[in-house]
């Protein structure tokens, strides 16, 4: 079942010093309007983002587009943030950006996020793809079975990133 897969993905370990020790359960959830100034605040740490994703801009984008974007939220936290949007005239579901608070990095936000995407892009049979913005994210999409599709980039420049795995649900 879909919801024990994100369960799964929702269960980490640390202790103060982000070491392994006490449970924190997070949960992916789709947003709402009334998360636009939480998601705008995650965009801010990240420099290269364009203008439509900040300040009033990205807030009148986040209240009329809430569908597209996916949170990982920690006790009431924004902790990450994604970007999906099918794209039907190529038959696919593209991850368009995934931000991790600073604070949040390396604890699995952005992979739950992941999940969410596989399992969306499964029950729609539709391709995933995703774009690597950094080296890091490009490490986090290789190791959830992406492979590099040669060529293809965004608009920007970053290179696009195929789901190849087999399975229907995620882990």
Request: aromatic letters at 10%; proline letters at 4%.
């Amino acid at each position: 079942m879909p919801h024990r897969a994100l369960e799964k993905a929702g269960r980490i370990f640390l202790d103060e010093n982000g070491e392994g020790a006490a449970e924190v359960t997070f949960k992916i959830r789709k947003a709402s309007t009334e998360d636009a100034e939480a998601i705008i605040e995650v965009f801010d740490h990240v420099p290269f983002l364009k203008d439509c994703y900040r300040g009033e801009a990205g807030i009148s984008l986040v209240e009329n587009n809430p569908h597209i974007f996916w949170l990982a939220d920690l006790d009431g936290r924004v902790a990450s943030v994604m970007i999906v949007q099918r794209k039907y005239d190529f038959g696919r579901l593209e991850i368009s950006l995934i931000v991790t608070k600073p604070e949040f990095r390396r604890r699995d936000y952005a992979r739950g996020l992941i999940y969410k995407a596989k399992w969306i892009a499964a029950e729609s049979k539709l391709d995933l793809v995703a774009y690597a913005e950094n080296d890091i994210s490009r490490d986090l999409f290789i190791s959830e079975q992406f492979s590099l599709v040669p060529g293809v980039q965004s608009a920007e420049g970053h290179p696009m990133y195929k789901f190849s795995g087999t399975q229907n649900e995620p882990r």
